[in-house]
């Protein structure tokens, strides 16, 4: 089973309210990332585990939080929305490094209002 | 820093058309260069990668050729269908860092009328 799956499929959220996002894969993969994308823009990292081990890009550092409690699941945790946080967000997951293809979830659109 | 540039954002076709989506990169090196698939409703998929120069990636009629010296990764199909309507992404892996990050371009929609 090559699934990644993202609950929930769609998200409305309010102003300045938080947002949680949830990803899970069964393949036993060691890295889990998150991706954002707009419209027009091009899937944007936000962000990713490495095992135990969270990275989080320069300029997103402060606006998105994640946790992995195991090996399966991984969560996009947004403390207070704004507008500009409407976007797609992508999961994706892979075994090892160098150079290896992502699997990707179908995605979370969020919209917030 | 590292970047991928898609030259067209959106291209249409009738079935059995030749398709080229161009594709160039910037970085230093040789990373690992992808094309991704996205249909309507899911996540992007593999489609395949090439990793050296001259290499040729290929997967379901799609291929693309790594040049180094273009630094070009270009999606080439020789005969289209209906079903290859979908978005197109070409990426660039970061072989520099733990993680394998991946660079997106900002994708090209296939339209292929019947």
């Known amino acids: 089973d090559t699934t990644v799956k993202q609950n929930p499929r769609y998200k409305l959220a309010r102003v300045g309210k938080p947002v949680n996002l949830i990803c899970s894969q069964t393949?036993?993969?060691?890295?889990m990332y998150w991706y954002q994308k707009k419209p027009n823009q091009a899937p944007k990292l936000l962000l990713f585990?490495?095992?135990?081990?969270?990275?989080r890009e320069a300029d997103t550092f402060e606006k998105f939080q994640s946790s992995r409690p195991n090996n399966s699941f991984c969560s996009l945790y947004i403390g207070s929305a704004g507008l500009e946080y409407s976007a797609m967000y992508l999961c994706a997951s892979t075994r090892g490094t160098g150079g290896r293809e992502q699997y990707f979830g179908p995605g979370t659109r969020l919209t917030v209002l | 820093g590292d970047s991928v540039t898609q030259t067209e954002g959106q291209v249409a076709l009738s079935e059995e058309d030749f398709l080229t989506i161009h594709c160039n990169y910037s970085a230093s090196g040789y990373p690992a260069l992808f094309w991704y698939v996205q249909y309507p409703g899911e996540g992007p998929q593999f489609l395949f990668r090439?990793?050296?120069?001259?290499e040729k990636g290929s997967s379901r009629g799609f291929e693309a050729t790594y040049d180094k010296g273009t630094t070009s990764f270009h999606l080439r199909k020789a005969s289209v269908q209906e079903s290859d309507s979908a978005v197109y992404y070409c990426?660039?892996?970061?072989?520099?860092?733990?993680?394998?990050?991946?660079?997106f371009g900002i994708g090209t929609l296939l339209s292929v009328k019947p």
């Open positions: 393949m036993n993969h060691d890295t």
């Open positions: 585990y490495y095992d135990k081990i969270l990275n």
């Open positions: 090439a990793s050296r120069d001259k």
């Open positions: 990426a660039l892996g970061d072989r520099g860092s733990s993680g394998n990050k991946l660079i």
